[in-house]
Each structure stands twice: as structure tokens, then as C-alpha cells.
């Protein structure tokens, strides 16, 4: 009983960042834009993060500069891929790159720091029911938000009209900007939320997941966010489904070491790639039509004035 | 001045563009409310959509996906969008063009209802026919300027497109006597699933074309005319290597390229992109088609002078007008454009041309360049396979014409037995599936 109780709390703190970034990039596709610098502004979302808590001693005001950080290499990509029209893959993959060597930067004055990690919940008489309840009423604040963050954006993308012309954008730029809507700037908020969430979801590592900050500690979750995007077919429901999945996968294959399974722990860390496949595959010969990517991904668009 | 399309949505001006501003992968109603400016909640507008749908006889299922429709009820969105608004002023850009003369009569019908609720329509066409039939004013654009403003019902077809064109058309002349020869291009029991998200299924599709014959194929838009170019020129493999038969050699399995050394040419309707690489030279966008059985090859090696011989054969026999001798390929107008990549596959002396839209968006001095240049090419023994959506073009140098529908080639009528009615008929599906033409028709 422990144990399961154990792995499932592991698996919720490994699947919330990969649930927060992927959420905020599942937003920036839906507007037609492929941001690939995922990894790129988790990392400097951690690094600032931690800084912001180990200055001010505050996991709040940490997680609050990880989102500014997030959101301001997020600016970067929109002032290239958007306001440039740069290629968008390119503008990424820079981003990330340009995020790994920032993030070592700023973070070289705290490695071998510590801090006070984010306080999980506690109810009395809630939080001790035996099994689920540290898994429902004993989380960070950091578990609670990113499900709230997974359901506002369903809300807000299939129950509101800013988040319909945000799907139109995805969908056909063209039309939308003949229809009279600012695409361009309606992608970069789409970009910038991809950005604070990223941001958010690279502060969690420091400030919950462990409380100190090494360079590179994002370890390519924001490659896995990218992958469970598309692992999701776009819709924040199976997104959920996927971020656990995944989560559970790389937890698995550590308790699996553990037990001495005779698989090669490569290749269990491969499963959820393999899964993306598979999934992609099965969703493509399912539907006779109509395309499950917002149709517009990744393509530049320039107005004409 | 107006300062974008929502101030002019604004102050009551309703717009129905020709290229539809419709998003594929969202619903009817989600597409409506796109074009509306949000005051009222949706489930409202769906409700008025389907009140002001009904009221117009333009039925539409606000729950379906965009993808999903035909040609005809996606025009019906735009038009019911801009009624949503109540406009009272509609402009229609070429609002007939993917539509089958039944669809289009229904359209009139709706239109004459606008008029008489007092709504004002500016209703752009180059139909001489449905001006006349529609217009109380019409004003003649001709290269930007207004050149006449009249009472098109005081006017004859004639006297308008006069006006249109300035001057008269040079005439198409078919050599008096053409011979046909050989079956060379055979399609028998041609069927393809589609390959594409939005695809048409061909099915069963066969038909002989001899040399020294033109068959024209047409039909609306989006019916299977894509696929079967794509069937034909070896861009979509056939299974079965004997439904393509080309110079009497199974070629269904053939590449585009082993198809081009049979003498095959293939002129696609997509000019940039698909006919040329745009951002290429024209000399290389020769090369491109020309390499598998034109000598611009030796040994790996491209003969720059060969393809340059190229362009400037073309440009002569068929009077490309460019700025220099070897422009790219997206410099050029599109009439020229075509007349290019018409003449660079004609120049080949092919056994075998396969043409789709050859004179799509192209002013009237190149289309009969380009019409007179198919004939003489029938005329000396090739075989020509002509799809387009103009009936005009077809009457003029058809030899039989055939009608796509739903994936499916009608039997071919010879020209001089091929009346507008019987076409329409058939373009909306009569003939070949009553149901599904009333469907198509009367939805």
C-alpha cells in the first residue's frame, strides 16, 4: 500500500512540469505557431526561479520570476518567428540553445545552493486518509495549478470566443485575417502563455521537485511537452492523459532498475517516444479527414498592407 | 475609407469572397460566428443561423466540420455569414465559379429575393450571361480602369464581351480535317482511393483517346479532376498496371519520368508550385520536365545550353512577353506563365498531352494562343486530354467531352451533341446518380 501510494505521489511531481509546459505549448500551437524552444525557456524559467526564491526566500515570488523568465525568451521568439517571419523550427531550436546557456549563466551563482522546498497541503483528517489521501489533498501548490491551468485552457479554447478565433488563427491564417482578426498579435499572447507556462513548469524543478538547481536540470522534459503536444492530438483532455502516461513511464523505469528487470533502461525511457508514434499512426488512419494539427502549424504568415 | 473588413462589417457591407475565408477544421456554426462580431452568445447564433438558413432556402448543418462539405454548401456559409449580418449592401466576388448551373440558378433565386428585400448587390462575374440575366447596371473593368458603364439587358453577350476584352478575340481556327490515328492514352476501369484528407475517390473511370483528338473533361471543381491528373501523369501509382495504357504500354506502375519517355506531357493546373518551381529560372523549370527524354542530360551533367534553347523557342513559338531572357519562373504574369510551361511541353512533341485548366486566370490573348496551340498539336497527331471548368473552352476545341462527377467520368458526348444543358445535367450528377444530383441540386 505504501509503495503504490509512493509511486503514484512520484509519478504526479514527475508529470506536473511535463502537464504545465505542455499545456502552455499546446495553447501556442493551437495558434499556428511551432515554438520548438520549450526546453530552452524551462531551463531559464528554473534557473530564474530559483533565484527569485533563494534571494527573496519566497517559493511564490520564485515561481513568479520563472514565469517572467519563461515569458520573456518566449518575447524573443516571438519578436523573430512572428515579427520577422524567421522560420519558426530554426527560431526554436536557437531558442533553445540560446536558454541552456543562459539558464548556466544565471544559475553558476547557485549551484551547491539550497532552499526550503514549496509546502505540500494539509488538511487535517483529509490528508491522512490512507492511500489517496496525500495523492488528492497532500500535493504542492504546483500539482493543484496545473490541473486547474489544463481545465481553464479547455475552457477557454472550446467555450470562448477569444479562444475560437485563437483556433481559427491555427487553422487558416488567411481567412482569419481577411475575417478582420489580428493574427499576428493574437499568436504572440498565444506565444508569450506557451512561454510563462514553460517558465513555470522549468521553476517547479527547483522550487518542488528538488530544492536545489543544477545547470541542464530540465533534462529534456520540455522535449517530452513537445512530444505529449502531439501525443495529445491537440486537445487538453488526452493532454492530461498523455503528461501522466508519460510521467508513470519515467517512473517506472526507475523503480524497474530498482527491481532489477532485465529491460534496458533506455529503452523503457523510449517507451513514451514510441508511444507518440504509435498514437500518431492510429490517429491518422482513424480519421478519414480533416487533419488533427491545427493546419496552419508552423507556417509564416505576413499580412499585407 | 474603411479601415479593415470588421469596420466595413460594421457600417453594412456583407462580403462573399471568391476564394472562401472558411476554416477547414471547425464547425459551421463556429465558422458563422467567425464572421460575426460576437455581441450574441453562440447559442443564439446557431439558433438565428438556422432561422436565417431555412428563411433563404440555404440549408445548412451548423454542426459539421468544413472539411466535410461540398464546394456548394461551403459557399452557402459565406453567403449565410453575411446575411447573419443583415447587410445592407452585399458584394459576391465570382460567386458561380465552383458551382453547377442548377446550384447557380438556386443562388440567382436567393439574389432576386436581396434585391427585392431593398438590400443593394455589386456582383462581380466575367459570365456575360448571368450579367445580362441578373444586373440592372453593369460596369466593364478592363486592366484596372472603368472602361463602360451600361443596362446589361440592353446589351447582347456579344457587344459586352467586346467591351470586356477590347477589340475582338483572335479566332480559334481547327485545321479542317483532323484524322484520328491510334488509341494512344487508354484508361479502363481506373478506380483510386483518395490520398488526400479532402480527396475524391475515382471510381471505374475509362476512356480511349486516339491521336489526332481532343477529349475535354468537365465538371465542377473538387469532383476527382485532381486525382485523375495525378492518376494520369504517375504522380499516384495505379495498382494495376492496365488501367493506364499510354502509346499501347501498360503504364499505371510507370514513374512520371519513365511516363515522359512514352511521350507523355503533363501540364497540371497549378501553375506555381506544381507547373514550376516558382523561385527557379525559368531554363531550370525546362530541365525540370525535360530532363528524362530531352537530350538536356549527358552524362549527369545538365546542357545549360539546351535548356536556354528551350525558353527561348518557347518564348518565340509561343510569345512569352518577360524582362529578360531567363527570368524566375514567378516573375512572369501568369498568361505568360502558362504559355510557357504550355509551349515547353509541346515543344517536346509529345504522343500524349495531358492539360488541366490551360487557360485558367489567363487574359483572353494568351488563352487563344494557348487554345490554338493544343489544336495544332491534335492536328499533328498527338492525343490531348483537356480538363476545365469553362464550357466555352471545351465547345471550342473538344472533339468529345466527357463530365467528372463524385470520382466518376461520364460517357463522352461528342461536342456538336454536347449542349450547356445536357452538361450542367451531368456536372450536377443527373444522368449518373439521380439521388445524389438532387441531393446536390435541390439541397
Known amino acids: ?305 | 475609407m474603411l479601415s479593415g473588413p470588421s469596420e466595413a462589417r460594421r457600417r453594412g457591407i456583407g462580403l462573399v469572397f471568391q476564394h472562401f475565408s472558411l476554416f477547414d477544421n471547425l464547425t459551421v456554426a463556429e465558422n458563422v460566428a467567425l464572421g460575426l462580431d460576437g455581441r450574441e452568445s453562440f447559442k443564439d447564433m446557431s439558433a438565428r443561423l438556422e432561422q436565417v438558413s431555412k428563411i433563404y432556402g440555404l440549408p445548412l448543418d451548423p454542426r459539421r466540420e468544413v472539411w466535410q462539405l461540398s464546394v456548394g454548401e461551403r459557399q452557402r456559409i459565406e453567403i449565410v455569414r453575411a446575411l447573419m449580418q443583415d447587410p445592407k449592401f452585399l458584394i459576391l466576388d465570382e460567386p458561380t465559379a465552383v458551382l453547377t448551373p442548377q446550384e447557380a440558378d438556386q443562388l440567382f433565386i436567393v439574389l432576386e429575393r436581396l434585391k427585392a428585400e431593398g438590400r443593394a448587390i455589386l456582383y462581380i462575374s466575367h459570365k456575360l450571361e448571368e450579367v445580362k440575366r441578373l444586373c440592372d447596371t453593369a460596369t466593364i473593368l478592363r486592366g484596372g480602369r472603368k472602361v463602360a458603364t451600361c443596362n446589361p439587358r440592353l446589351e447582347t453577350a456579344a457587344s459586352l464581351a467586346r467591351m470586356m476584352v477590347g477589340g475582338e478575340i483572335r479566332e480559334v481556327k481547327a485545321a479542317s480535317s483532323r484524322k484520328t490515328t491510334v488509341p494512344r492514352l487508354v484508361v479502363n476501369d481506373l478506380s483510386l482511393a483518395p490520398s488526400e484528407a479532402h480527396g475524391v475517390r475515382l471510381e471505374h473511370i475509362s476512356f480511349e483517346l486516339k491521336g489526332g483528338e481532343i477529349l475535354g473533361i468537365a465538371g465542377v471543381a473538387g469532383n476527382g479532376q485532381d486525382e485523375l491528373f495525378a492518376a494520369l501523369s504517375g504522380e499516384r501509382l495505379a495498382k494495376d498496371p492496365g488501367t493506364v495504357v499510354i502509346e499501347g504500354i501498360a503504364a499505371g506502375h510507370l514513374s512520371i519520368t519513365q511516363r515522359r519517355r512514352l511521350g507523355a506531357a503533363f501540364v497540371p493546373e497549378e501553375r506555381l508550385g506544381h507547373g514550376t518551381a516558382p523561385r527557379m529560372k525559368l531554363s531550370e523549370n525546362a530541365l525540370l520536365t525535360g530532363h528524362a527524354a530531352s537530350g538536356m542530360v549527358h552524362r549527369g551533367f545538365i546542357d545549360t545550353a539546351a535548356t536556354l534553347k528551350t525558353v527561348d523557342r518557347a518564348t518565340e513559338t509561343f510569345d512569352v512577353r518577360k524582362a529578360k531572357r531567363d527570368p524566375e519562373a514567378a516573375s512572369l504574369s501568369g498568361g505568360n506563365l502558362q504559355k510557357f510551361i504550355v509551349g515547353r511541353e509541346i515543344l517536346r512533341n509529345p504522343a500524349v498531352l495531358v492539360v488541366s485548366q490551360p487557360t485558367w486566370g489567363v487574359d483572353a490573348g494568351a488563352a487563344a494562343v494557348i487554345r490554338q496551340a493544343l489544336l495544332d498539336l491534335a492536328t499533328a497527331g498527338a492525343a490531348v486530354l483537356v480538363t476545365s471548368q469553362d464550357l466555352d473552352e471545351l465547345a471550342e476545341i473538344a472533339d468529345r467531352i466527357a463530365v467528372m462527377f463524385h470520382g466518376k467520368l461520364s460517357a463522352p458526348l461528342a461536342t456538336s451533341e454536347a449542349s450547356r444543358e445536357k452538361l450542367g445535367l451531368l456536372m450536377g450528377g443527373s444522368s449518373l446518380e439521380p439521388k445524389e444530383a438532387a441531393h446536390a441540386v435541390g439541397a
Do not use: K
Open chain 1, 1 to 305: 500500500m505504501e509503495l503504490v501510494e509512493a509511486i503514484i505521489l512520484a509519478v504526479l511531481a514527475a508529470s506536473t512540469p511535463l502537464l504545465i509546459a505542455a499545456t502552455g505549448e499546446l495553447v501556442t500551437e493551437r495558434s499556428g505557431v511551432l515554438n520548438l524552444g520549450v526546453e530552452g525557456m524551462m531551463i531559464v524559467g528554473a534557473a530564474c526561479g530559483f533565484a527569485g526564491a533563494w534571494l527573496t526566500g519566497s517559493i511564490f515570488i520564485g515561481a513568479l520570476f520563472g514565469i517572467v523568465a519563461g515569458t520573456m525568451m518566449s518575447l524573443i521568439f516571438a519578436l523573430m518567428a512572428l515579427g520577422l517571419a524567421v522560420n519558426q523550427v530554426a527560431t526554436g531550436l536557437a531558442l533553445t540553445i540560446l536558454g541552456v546557456g543562459l539558464s548556466g549563466l544565471i544559475g553558476a551563482r547557485f549551484v551547491g545552493e539550497r532552499i526550503t522546498p514549496a509546502v505540500h497541503l494539509s488538511i487535517p483528517g483529509l490528508t491522512d486518509i490512507p492511500l489517496v489521501g496525500r495523492v488528492l489533498f497532500g500535493e504542492d501548490a504546483f500539482v493543484y495549478v496545473s490541473i486547474a491551468l489544463v481545465v481553464g485552457v479547455w475552457w477557454f479554447l472550446y467555450r470562448t470566443r477569444a479562444g475560437l478565433i485563437l483556433r481559427a488563427c491555427g487553422d487558416n491564417h488567411v481567412s482569419a485575417h481577411a475575417l478582420g482578426y489580428p493574427v499576428l498579435r493574437i499568436r504572440t499572447f498565444a506565444v508569450m502563455f506557451g512561454g510563462a507556462c514553460a517558465g513555470l513548469a522549468g521553476a517547479y524543478l527547483p522550487l518542488a521537485y528538488t530544492p536545489f538547481f543544477i545547470p541542464g536540470m530540465t533534462a529534456g522534459r520540455g522535449w517530452i511537452a513537445l512530444a505529449l503536444v502531439v501525443f495529445s492530438s491537440w486537445r487538453p483532455g488526452r493532454l492530461v492523459v498523455g503528461a501522466y502516461l508519460f510521467g508513470a513511464v519515467t517512473i517506472l523505469q526507475l523503480h524497474a532498475q530498482g527491481w532489477g528487470v532485465g529491460i534496458p533502461s533506455q529503452f523503457m525511457s523510449a517507451l513514451p517516444y514510441l508511444a507518440t508514434i504509435i498514437v500518431l499512426v492510429m490517429l491518422s488512419r482513424a480519421r478519414s479527414g480533416g487533419s488533427t494539427a491545427p493546419a496552419a502549424l508552423g507556417t509564416v504568415f505576413v499580412p499585407d498592407r
